[in-house]
């Protein structure tokens, strides 16, 4: 067999060898699939769609409750292959895992809330005969594509609603972390779930990508990733619902009332989790200028002193990034903004796909890095003097998916969090806060729809209205 080895994936002809990203071990294979494949797949969901269409509502809840039960058991297990084949340490793998159970756990409960309304037909003049209601009804094939970075809870996010819903999925996980997700979709064959209404493809988005999202009975794309993919997904998709979960350049503001503890805490844990590869890291911290000097010298120490090393031990803060490829890609964009002025307060050494942690300041704002998410262990530090300039700084880019705040006036916290131009605003915790319970999505160029179960769940079903228009006197007349 002819075997090829390109960054870090090895090809064999028709499978995907899963390589762990710290030493190149090999942690599994998945077969790639072909175009071919995906149009079988999505005739196999389309089928099963219509066979199922009206699978009771009680059917889809009891697997999705089962497969949380499933999961927590084997919470261990699942923690080890997420640690191994992407980018987590143990420990960020297993707050993955518990998140995942509970995303599964709270879609399992959304199919009873999935509910709709009788409609007041008789508030137009000459509809008073009328009586009707809405409902939800599920869309039909759903094609669900993840990124790497949390690659079981963010499928789970749209493979839990989508069932809720009552949708035939096709899921498309990323071609360097599928085994977490084929573990999952496999818990799903123990339940009473019938076959075809959640297809698992894995294979290359380049191959099998616009195959799947062009296909007119696919009707909705559920997207998560980077927004070239995205910008690409909606120029061939077609006529059909998209939700685009995209990336951000997230910004932090610390005022001077702040409680520096807290602020220093979660703004740290919100920059260096899951080694930056995480759509809500801090990218941006913004200090007033009182408080610049000292922050920026505990930030820095703080980051120096994380432990970067083996995934599976627990004492490791953080782990190297998804491949050698990404790292060149960051150190670029760092000594871009070095070449430009920039200065560098930690870190910006590169080992392999390491990068280490890294605080940069005077950043010029026509640089790159200013701009474009980094996607890594890189955060930068900017000085402002008054609120107005730290929304505008804050407003600066073409992101918008969440915002923290640190201060204790409430007047402040207010003024600032409607004034943001993002999704969602923490107020007293970093932009990286969130529970899958919570709407969750971008404005700007972080993307379309929201998240979150109930959020999810709504936007992958349609709504169908019913109508009767009856008659004043009817046939069947008694004496009464
Ligand atoms: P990516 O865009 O490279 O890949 C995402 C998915 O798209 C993968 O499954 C990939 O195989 C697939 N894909 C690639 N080409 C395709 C095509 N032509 N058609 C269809 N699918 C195709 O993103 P990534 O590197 O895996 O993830 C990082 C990005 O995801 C970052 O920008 C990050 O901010 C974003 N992200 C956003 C959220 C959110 O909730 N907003 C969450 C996590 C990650």
């Not at 749209?158 to 599928?178: F, Q, R, W």
């Not at 059909?240 to 740290?268: N, Q, R, T, W, Y």
């Not at 107005?388 to 207010?414: C, M, P, W």
């Not at 107020?427 to 972080?446: C, E, L, V, Y």
């Amino acid at each position: 067999m002819v075997m090829t080895i390109v960054e870090n994936e090895v090809q064999i002809p028709g499978q995907i060898v899963v390589l762990d990203p710290q030493d190149g071990s090999t942690v599994g294979t998945v077969p790639a699939a072909s175009k071919a494949d995906a149009e079988r797949a999505v005739d196999f969901a389309s089928r099963a769609f219509e066979s199922y269409r009206t699978l009771p509502a009680n059917v889809r809840s009891s697997a999705l409750a089962e497969v949380a039960k499933l999961l927590h058991e084997e919470r261990e297990e699942f923690s080890r292959l997420i640690a191994r084949e992407g980018i987590k340490t143990i420990r960020e793998a297993r707050r993955e895992v518990a998140r995942c159970v509970n995303t599964l756990k709270l879609s399992a409960e959304e199919v009873s809330r999935l509910t709709g309304e009788t409609i007041p037909f008789d508030q137009a003049e000459g509809s008073e005969n009328r009586v009707g209601y809405y409902r939800r009804i599920p869309l039909g094939v759903v094609v669900a594509i993840t990124p790497f970075n949390d690659p079981l809870n963010l499928v789970a996010h749209k493979i839990g609603p989508a069932i809720a819903a009552g949708n035939a999925v096709i899921l498309k996980p990323h071609s360097e972390t599928p085994l977490s997700a084929q573990r999952l979709v496999n818990l799903f064959a123990r339940t009473g779930l019938p076959a075809g209404l959640l297809q698992m493809l894995t294979g290359r988005g380049s191959e099998i990508g616009d195959t799947l999202v062009s296909d007119p009975r696919v009707r909705m794309i559920s997207f998560t990733g980077g927004k070239d993919v995205g910008k690409h997904i909606q120029a061939i998709a077609g006529v059909k619902k998209l939700a685009m979960e995209l990336g951000s350049s997230c910004p932090v503001i610390v005022f001077p009332d702040a409680d520096e503890a807290l602020a220093l805490d979660a703004s740290i844990s919100g920059a260096f989790w899951a080694a930056g590869q995480n759509c809500l890291h801090v990218q941006r911290l913004l200090l007033h200028e009182t408080i610049f000097d000292d922050f920026a010298r505990q930030f820095c120490q703080r980051a120096t002193a994380l432990r970067v090393g083996n995934k599976l031990d627990d004492a490791t803060d953080m782990g190297p990034m998804i491949n050698e490829q990404a790292a060149k890609k960051l150190e670029a964009l760092v000594v871009d903004a070095l070449d430009s002025g920039a200065s560098l307060l930690c870190g910006g050494r590169r080992q392999g796909n390491v990068f280490f942690p890294t605080v940069l300041a005077n950043v010029d704002p026509t640089c790159a890095i200013a701009e474009e998410e980094v996607f890594g262990p890189v955060t930068i530090l900017e000085r402002f003097n008054s609120v107005e300039e730290a929304i505008a700084k804050a407003n600066s880019v073409d992101h918008g998916l969440q915002a923290g705040i640190f201060t204790r006036d409430l007047n402040i916290a207010f003024r600032v969090a409607d004034a943001l131009d993002c999704g969602g605003v923490m107020i007293n915790d970093s932009s990286d806060f969130r529970i899958d319970a919570m709407p969750f999505g971008g404005t700007k160029g972080s993307g379309i729809g929201r998240e979150g179960v109930a959020h999810a769940a709504r936007e992958m079903s349609d709504v169908k209205t019913y109508c009767f228009n009856l008659q004043q006197s009817v046939g069947c007349e008694t004496d009464l």
